[in-house]
């Protein structure tokens, strides 16, 4: 090959940003092979590393997604673990810089 060396190497890092790209949509459209998550553990193992003290307040902010199904057990996890759960809250749009 010849030619302009720096332009070779966009070429490469062309074609492989497009071979993520197809990666990355293959892999989020088969939902069905997704391995399935423990909620309960994480939620658990999450309230465990807030090292709560007794009466904490905890207010849940969250984007929608995959994870809901998280948002109950980690509610129930902080008022096992002694903290004042006030609730959740789905936070949308851009954050904040």
Do not use: C, K, Y
């Amino acid at each position: 090959m010849t030619g302009d060396p720096r332009r070779r190497h966009l070429g490469r890092m062309h074609r492989h940003a497009w071979i993520l790209t197809i990666f990355l949509t293959v892999i989020a459209n088969t939902s069905h092979s997704q391995p399935e998550v423990d909620l309960e553990r994480i939620a658990g193992t999450l309230v465990q590393r807030m090292a709560l003290q007794p009466g904490e307040r905890v207010l849940l902010v969250g984007a929608p997604g995959r994870f809901e199904p998280l948002v109950p057990l980690l509610r129930q996890a902080v008022v096992r673990a002694g903290g004042a759960d006030l609730g959740a809250m789905t936070a949308t749009g851009a954050p904040l810089a």
